[in-house]
């Protein structure tokens, strides 16, 4: 005899006005909807923690950058990546814009990282570490479409995290230290629309980034039983890959390491935007990202879930 195990209150009511025999159809499409795996995840603690820590730590910035430098940033120039990044340090103090700028290359390196690795890791392996994953496939729920529910809602959820970032920082320069122009780092200044869409350009580049860390972090969320294991080996996988790329005798080989172009969209803070790195930068995310969703999907098709 088949029993339907109640998912909310009243539900057995309902199937026993069913007439005899006659059974509800499966509906694949209709397991797992994005809306409760939304409310499932924003309910989460670790949810709920990350973004409590996203909105206060640039006012903490902000408050220091306050404390330290009262008269404001100064302009600045050089050339190079690390150049604008050490002037951005600089300017972080000059206005709204800037300190947006200042934020997000100080988040992008390691906190963002982080958190976007948090979401896309702890996904499957957090249902395995629970002993739920072969109940949601035992419901049942398509394997196929498990995976892309997940996806969906942690993708969305990590790029939540790097709009939040830059927003919320530019709010929050504005309010302590004006709505100037920005200032480029490699000399000169825009105009708030400039400014804003200069903003715009860094935003959606750091976020096509992340999908790099967020596919690895959801390959190793398949293949692992344990979500520590997942988001460490992610961000394990971005501090080696800096550190090789630290290493100027690798030469051009360093150009196909996952986080070469990581700051690619500084080149969008100087007088015109330079879109080379940028694009070479997005080629490199989307191979790498299109290669681990798709080993993903390959593995949990295949994979013997026994938790």
Known sequence: MNEIAATRRGVHDRLAELPPGERA???????????????????????????????????????????????????GGGGGAGASGSALITLGSAGAANFAFYTEFASAAFLLVVIVALFCGDTVASEASWSSLRYLLAIPVPRSRLLRQKLTVALSLSLGANLLVPVWSFLIGGVFFGWAPAQSPLGGSFGTGVGLQRLLIVVAYASLQSLLVAALAFLLSVLTDAPLGAVGGAVLLVVVSNILDAITALGSYRNV????????????????????????????????????????????????IVS
């Open 25 to 75: 159809a499966f509906r694949p499409g209709r397991t797992l909807s994005l809306r409760v795996e939304f409310v499932r995840q924003l309910r989460r603690r670790r949810t709920q923690l990350a973004a409590l820590l996203l909105i206060v730590l640039p006012v903490i910035v902000a408050i220091a950058l306050k404390v330290n430098n009262p008269g404001g940033g100064r302009g």
């Open 257 to 304: 390491l996952p986080t070469h172009f990581q700051y690619s969209w500084l080149d969008a803070l100087g007088p015109s935007v330079n879109w080379d790195g940028m694009i070479r930068g997005t080629g490199v995310a989307l191979t790498y990202s299109a290669v681990f969703l798709a080993l993903a999907w390959w593995r949990f098709e295949r994979k013997d």
